[in-house]
Protein backbone atom coordinates (compact mmCIF):
# COMPACT_ATOMS: atom_id res chain seq x y z
CA UNK A 1 0.00 0.00 0.00
CA UNK A 2 1.36 3.41 -1.13
CA UNK A 3 2.49 5.68 1.91
CA UNK A 4 1.03 8.82 2.27
CA UNK A 5 1.87 12.35 4.02
CA UNK A 6 0.49 10.89 7.72
CA UNK A 7 3.09 8.35 7.37
CA UNK A 8 5.98 10.49 5.74
CA UNK A 9 5.92 13.32 8.44
CA UNK A 10 6.26 11.19 11.87
CA UNK A 11 8.84 8.96 9.94
CA UNK A 12 10.78 11.92 8.80
CA UNK A 13 10.40 13.35 12.32
CA UNK A 14 12.37 9.74 13.87
CA UNK A 15 14.74 9.73 11.32
CA UNK A 16 15.79 13.49 12.37
CA UNK A 17 16.09 12.57 15.77
CA UNK A 18 17.74 9.10 14.96
CA UNK A 19 20.42 11.42 13.32
CA UNK A 20 20.69 14.04 15.67
CA UNK A 21 21.37 11.09 18.47
CA UNK A 22 23.33 9.55 16.54
CA UNK A 23 25.82 12.66 15.70
CA UNK A 24 26.58 13.18 19.43
CA UNK A 25 28.39 9.55 19.66
CA UNK A 26 29.67 9.33 15.87
CA UNK A 27 31.02 11.56 12.83
CA UNK A 28 27.69 10.52 10.50
CA UNK A 29 28.45 9.96 6.81
CA UNK A 30 27.40 12.83 4.38
CA UNK A 31 25.10 11.04 3.14
CA UNK A 32 22.92 10.98 6.01
CA UNK A 33 21.99 14.50 5.46
CA UNK A 34 22.06 14.50 1.83
CA UNK A 35 19.01 12.23 2.17
CA UNK A 36 17.04 13.43 4.81
CA UNK A 37 17.04 16.44 2.21
CA UNK A 38 16.05 14.59 -0.16
CA UNK A 39 13.35 12.41 1.51
CA UNK A 40 11.79 16.09 2.47
CA UNK A 41 11.89 16.87 -1.11
CA UNK A 42 10.06 13.90 -2.25
CA UNK A 43 7.51 14.27 0.31
CA UNK A 44 7.18 17.78 -0.64
CA UNK A 45 6.59 16.67 -4.20
CA UNK A 46 4.10 13.91 -2.83
CA UNK A 47 6.04 10.80 -3.82
CA UNK A 48 5.63 9.89 0.07
CA UNK A 49 6.90 6.16 -0.89
CA UNK A 50 10.19 7.43 -2.30
CA UNK A 51 10.45 9.88 1.33
CA UNK A 52 10.47 6.91 3.37
CA UNK A 53 12.68 4.85 1.65
CA UNK A 54 15.08 7.37 1.85
CA UNK A 55 14.07 8.34 5.09
CA UNK A 56 15.14 4.43 6.03
CA UNK A 57 18.08 4.86 4.42
CA UNK A 58 18.97 7.93 6.03
CA UNK A 59 18.66 5.34 9.00
CA UNK A 60 20.76 2.98 8.13
CA UNK A 61 23.77 5.17 7.05
CA UNK A 62 23.69 6.37 10.55
CA UNK A 63 23.66 2.95 12.09
CA UNK A 64 26.63 1.80 9.69
CA UNK A 65 28.72 4.92 10.64
CA UNK A 66 27.80 4.05 14.53
CA UNK A 67 28.83 0.45 13.60
CA UNK A 68 32.05 1.32 12.12
CA UNK A 69 33.10 3.73 15.14
CA UNK A 70 32.52 0.81 17.69
CA UNK A 71 34.35 -1.55 15.13
CA UNK A 72 37.43 1.01 15.06
CA UNK A 73 37.64 1.44 18.56
CA UNK A 74 39.15 -1.83 19.22
CA UNK A 75 41.55 -2.27 16.34
CA UNK A 76 42.68 1.52 15.46
CA UNK A 77 45.92 1.02 17.68
CA UNK A 78 47.00 -1.86 14.86
CA UNK A 79 47.62 1.04 12.62
CA UNK A 80 50.26 3.14 14.72
CA UNK A 81 53.86 2.43 14.40
CA UNK A 82 55.78 1.09 17.35
CA UNK A 83 58.67 1.87 18.00
CA UNK A 84 61.78 -0.31 17.54
CA UNK A 85 63.20 0.09 20.46
CA UNK A 86 60.90 1.00 23.36
CA UNK B 1 42.06 6.18 26.73
CA UNK B 2 46.06 6.76 27.56
CA UNK B 3 47.99 4.52 25.14
CA UNK B 4 49.49 1.68 26.50
CA UNK B 5 51.94 1.06 23.82
CA UNK B 6 53.78 4.56 23.63
CA UNK B 7 55.31 8.02 24.87
CA UNK B 8 54.27 11.15 22.14
CA UNK B 9 57.74 11.49 21.83
CA UNK B 10 58.09 7.62 21.54
CA UNK B 11 55.30 7.84 18.57
CA UNK B 12 57.14 10.74 17.22
CA UNK B 13 60.19 8.45 16.71
CA UNK B 14 58.51 5.41 15.78
CA UNK B 15 56.56 7.45 13.03
CA UNK B 16 60.25 8.58 11.54
CA UNK B 17 61.52 4.99 11.68
CA UNK B 18 58.14 4.16 9.66
CA UNK B 19 59.25 6.71 7.06
CA UNK B 20 62.68 5.68 7.15
CA UNK B 21 62.37 2.78 5.86
CA UNK B 22 59.80 3.26 3.54
CA UNK B 23 61.97 5.84 1.97
CA UNK B 24 65.25 5.12 2.45
CA UNK B 25 66.83 7.20 0.21
CA UNK B 26 64.28 9.89 1.16
CA UNK B 27 65.66 13.21 3.50
CA UNK B 28 62.75 13.02 5.76
CA UNK B 29 63.06 17.01 6.27
CA UNK B 30 61.91 17.22 3.04
CA UNK B 31 58.48 15.64 3.71
CA UNK B 32 57.49 18.99 4.91
CA UNK B 33 57.26 20.05 1.54
CA UNK B 34 54.37 17.30 0.98
CA UNK B 35 53.63 15.39 -2.43
CA UNK B 36 56.77 17.56 -3.64
CA UNK B 37 58.90 15.29 -1.88
CA UNK B 38 57.82 12.32 -3.87
CA UNK B 39 56.66 13.74 -7.57
CA UNK B 40 59.37 15.19 -9.05
CA UNK B 41 57.58 16.42 -12.21
CA UNK B 42 55.37 18.25 -9.33
CA UNK B 43 58.45 19.48 -7.18
CA UNK B 44 59.82 21.38 -10.10
CA UNK B 45 56.90 23.41 -11.34
CA UNK B 46 56.15 23.96 -7.41
CA UNK B 47 59.89 25.57 -7.09
CA UNK B 48 59.11 27.28 -10.23
CA UNK B 49 55.62 28.86 -8.33
CA UNK B 50 57.68 29.97 -5.61
CA UNK B 51 59.77 32.68 -7.60
CA UNK B 52 56.50 34.12 -7.50
CA UNK B 53 54.44 32.33 -4.43
CA UNK B 54 50.50 32.71 -4.55
CA UNK B 55 50.46 33.26 -1.14
CA UNK B 56 52.76 36.12 -0.73
CA UNK B 57 50.02 38.56 -1.49
CA UNK B 58 47.79 36.90 1.45
CA UNK B 59 51.33 37.40 3.53
CA UNK B 60 51.41 41.20 3.09
CA UNK B 61 47.19 41.28 3.59
CA UNK B 62 48.09 39.39 6.86
CA UNK B 63 50.88 41.78 8.10
CA UNK B 64 48.75 44.91 7.33
CA UNK B 65 45.71 43.57 9.41
CA UNK B 66 47.91 42.32 12.08
CA UNK B 67 49.71 45.84 12.32
CA UNK B 68 46.68 47.45 12.17
CA UNK B 69 45.50 48.73 16.09
CA UNK B 70 42.22 47.48 17.50
CA UNK B 71 39.58 49.73 17.98
CA UNK B 72 40.51 50.01 21.89
CA UNK B 73 44.20 50.79 20.44
CA UNK B 74 45.95 47.35 21.25
CA UNK B 75 46.78 45.00 18.86
CA UNK B 76 47.71 41.36 17.79
CA UNK B 77 51.85 42.32 19.57
CA UNK B 78 49.87 42.68 23.15
CA UNK B 79 47.99 39.29 22.47
CA UNK B 80 51.18 36.90 22.04
CA UNK B 81 54.80 36.42 23.15
CA UNK B 82 57.17 38.08 21.22
CA UNK B 83 54.46 40.17 19.94
CA UNK B 84 53.73 37.64 17.95
CA UNK B 85 56.81 37.43 15.44
CA UNK B 86 58.13 34.12 15.49
CA UNK B 87 55.80 32.01 17.59
CA UNK B 88 54.37 29.53 14.95
CA UNK B 89 56.01 26.35 15.91
CA UNK B 90 54.36 26.95 19.71
CA UNK B 91 51.32 26.12 18.24
CA UNK B 92 48.88 24.32 18.96
CA UNK B 93 49.79 24.61 22.59
CA UNK B 94 47.77 23.53 25.41
CA UNK B 95 46.11 25.88 27.87
CA UNK B 96 46.14 24.77 31.73
CA UNK B 97 43.64 27.54 32.76
CA UNK B 98 40.84 26.26 30.41
CA UNK B 99 41.78 22.94 29.64
CA UNK B 100 42.07 22.94 26.29
CA UNK B 101 44.51 23.04 23.17
CA UNK B 102 44.91 25.98 21.68
CA UNK B 103 45.75 26.78 17.95
CA UNK B 104 47.16 29.98 16.34
CA UNK B 105 44.08 30.51 14.68
CA UNK B 106 41.90 29.69 17.91
CA UNK B 107 44.18 32.32 19.91
CA UNK B 108 43.93 34.88 17.03
CA UNK B 109 40.26 34.99 17.80
CA UNK B 110 40.94 35.26 21.51
CA UNK B 111 42.94 37.62 21.23
CA UNK B 112 39.95 39.83 18.92
CA UNK B 113 37.39 38.89 21.51
CA UNK B 114 39.57 40.11 24.60
CA UNK B 115 40.02 43.35 23.07
CA UNK B 116 36.58 44.00 21.79
CA UNK B 117 36.61 42.63 18.46
CA UNK B 118 34.41 40.39 16.49
CA UNK B 119 35.52 37.38 15.39
CA UNK B 120 37.15 36.24 12.08
CA UNK B 121 35.62 33.62 9.87
CA UNK B 122 37.83 30.38 10.39
CA UNK B 123 38.66 28.64 7.33
CA UNK B 124 39.73 31.67 4.97
CA UNK B 125 40.27 35.36 4.44
CA UNK B 126 41.28 37.85 7.25
CA UNK B 127 42.25 34.93 9.85
CA UNK B 128 44.20 33.20 7.08
CA UNK B 129 46.08 36.18 6.10
CA UNK B 130 47.34 36.88 9.98
CA UNK B 131 48.17 33.30 10.30
CA UNK B 132 49.95 33.06 7.06
CA UNK B 133 52.11 36.63 8.13
CA UNK B 134 52.39 34.92 11.40
CA UNK B 135 53.72 31.66 9.73
CA UNK B 136 56.22 33.54 7.50
CA UNK B 137 58.03 35.48 10.49
CA UNK B 138 58.34 31.64 11.79
CA UNK B 139 60.17 30.01 8.44
CA UNK B 140 63.01 28.15 9.62
CA UNK B 141 61.98 27.37 13.05
CA UNK B 142 61.48 24.06 14.56
CA UNK B 143 57.93 22.85 15.36
CA UNK B 144 58.03 22.57 19.30
CA UNK B 145 54.61 21.59 20.62
CA UNK B 146 54.56 21.08 23.86
CA UNK B 147 52.90 18.42 25.57
CA UNK B 148 52.68 19.54 29.48
CA UNK B 149 52.54 17.19 32.31
CA UNK B 150 48.79 17.24 32.57
CA UNK B 151 46.64 14.20 31.92
CA UNK B 152 44.33 16.76 30.62
CA UNK B 153 47.22 17.43 27.65
CA UNK B 154 48.13 13.72 27.24
CA UNK B 155 44.56 13.27 26.93
CA UNK B 156 43.95 15.54 24.01
CA UNK B 157 46.61 14.18 22.65
CA UNK B 158 45.74 10.78 22.49
CA UNK B 159 42.15 11.79 21.03
CA UNK B 160 43.99 12.95 18.09
CA UNK B 161 46.01 10.50 17.75
CA UNK B 162 43.06 7.73 17.90
CA UNK B 163 41.07 10.47 15.30
CA UNK B 164 44.13 10.43 12.87
CA UNK B 165 44.05 6.27 12.31
CA UNK B 166 40.61 5.56 12.81
CA UNK B 167 38.71 4.91 9.65
CA UNK B 168 35.16 6.84 8.88
CA UNK B 169 33.03 8.41 6.73
CA UNK B 170 31.01 6.04 4.08
CA UNK B 171 34.51 5.35 2.59
CA UNK B 172 35.88 3.83 5.91
CA UNK B 173 39.24 6.12 5.59
CA UNK B 174 41.60 6.72 8.17
CA UNK B 175 44.10 9.79 7.97
CA UNK B 176 46.89 7.66 8.32
CA UNK B 177 45.16 5.12 4.81
CA UNK B 178 46.02 8.13 2.74
CA UNK B 179 49.10 9.59 4.56
CA UNK B 180 51.18 6.84 6.05
CA UNK B 181 50.53 3.73 4.52
CA UNK B 182 49.90 5.17 0.94
CA UNK B 183 52.14 8.04 1.14
CA UNK B 184 54.20 8.50 -2.47
CA UNK B 185 51.27 7.05 -4.15
CA UNK B 186 49.23 8.03 -6.57
CA UNK B 187 44.84 8.71 -5.64
CA UNK B 188 43.52 9.62 -8.79
CA UNK B 189 45.78 12.25 -10.19
CA UNK B 190 47.48 13.35 -6.87
CA UNK B 191 50.16 12.32 -5.38
CA UNK B 192 49.35 11.96 -1.21
CA UNK B 193 51.69 13.54 0.97
CA UNK B 194 53.29 11.66 4.07
CA UNK B 195 52.23 12.09 7.74
CA UNK B 196 55.76 13.77 8.70
CA UNK B 197 56.02 17.59 8.45
CA UNK B 198 51.59 17.35 7.83
CA UNK B 199 51.59 20.70 9.94
CA UNK B 200 54.78 22.64 9.45
CA UNK B 201 53.49 24.44 6.38
CA UNK B 202 49.80 25.91 7.16
CA UNK B 203 48.01 28.19 6.05
CA UNK B 204 48.13 26.83 2.78
CA UNK B 205 47.40 28.54 -0.59
CA UNK B 206 45.91 25.91 -2.70
CA UNK B 207 45.64 26.26 -6.27
CA UNK B 208 41.33 24.66 -6.45
CA UNK B 209 40.75 26.95 -3.30
CA UNK B 210 42.24 30.33 -5.26
CA UNK B 211 42.99 31.17 -1.85
CA UNK B 212 44.71 30.55 1.42
CA UNK B 213 42.88 28.39 3.73
CA UNK B 214 44.04 26.80 7.29
CA UNK B 215 44.54 23.52 8.21
CA UNK B 216 40.89 23.36 9.90
CA UNK B 217 39.64 24.17 6.04
CA UNK B 218 41.63 20.94 4.85
CA UNK B 219 40.65 18.80 7.86
CA UNK B 220 36.80 19.55 6.60
CA UNK B 221 37.79 18.78 3.04
CA UNK B 222 39.47 15.34 4.13
CA UNK B 223 36.20 14.73 6.12
CA UNK B 224 33.87 15.29 3.09
CA UNK B 225 36.20 13.54 0.34
CA UNK B 226 35.51 10.29 2.21
CA UNK B 227 31.99 11.12 3.24
CA UNK B 228 32.26 11.69 7.00
CA UNK B 229 30.14 14.41 7.99
CA UNK B 230 33.21 17.58 8.57
CA UNK B 231 32.81 19.02 12.27
CA UNK B 232 32.31 22.74 12.76
CA UNK B 233 36.16 24.57 12.23
CA UNK B 234 38.15 24.74 15.59
CA UNK B 235 35.59 22.04 17.43
CA UNK B 236 37.51 20.36 19.84
CA UNK B 237 38.24 16.98 17.58
CA UNK B 238 39.98 18.95 15.18
CA UNK B 239 42.08 21.20 17.44
CA UNK B 240 42.83 18.05 18.94
CA UNK B 241 43.91 16.83 15.65
CA UNK B 242 46.07 19.33 15.14
CA UNK B 243 47.82 19.03 18.45
CA UNK B 244 48.62 15.39 17.56
CA UNK B 245 50.04 15.95 13.85
CA UNK B 246 51.91 18.81 14.99
CA UNK B 247 53.55 16.95 17.72
CA UNK B 248 54.53 14.80 15.03
CA UNK B 249 55.96 17.62 13.10
CA UNK B 250 58.19 18.68 15.79
CA UNK B 251 61.76 18.96 14.94
CA UNK B 252 61.20 19.48 11.73
CA UNK B 253 61.66 23.59 10.31
CA UNK B 254 58.29 25.22 9.40
CA UNK B 255 58.00 26.32 6.06
CA UNK B 256 54.81 27.78 6.06
CA UNK B 257 52.88 29.05 4.21
CA UNK B 258 53.00 27.11 1.23
CA UNK B 259 51.55 26.46 -1.62
CA UNK B 260 49.36 23.84 -2.96
CA UNK B 261 47.30 22.18 -6.16
Redesign the interface.
Known amino acids: MAADQAESEPALAGAQETLRDA?TRV???????QLLQSAAEAAASGDYDLAIRQLEEAEL?AQ??LA??ER?KTV??K??????H? | MA?A??TPE??R???R??FSKRFPKLDLNEMANGLYAFDEGAREQWLEMEDFPPYEIAVEAGEEAFNQPFANGKGYADCFENGGIGIRQNYPRFDTDSGQVVTLELAINQCREANGEEPLPWLTGELAEISAYMAYTSRGNEMNVVIPDDPRAIAAYEAG??YY??????L?F?C?NCH??SAGNLLRADTLSGMLGQATHWPVYRSKWGEIGTLNKRFQEC??QV???A?EPQSEVYRNLEYFLSYMSNGMELNGPASRR
Not at chain 1, 27 to 33: G, P, R, Y
Not at chain 2, 165 to 170: M, P
Open positions: AQLWTTSDHLATAEWQSVPKPDP | NFAQDLALEFKEYTRRGQEAEMQNERAKY
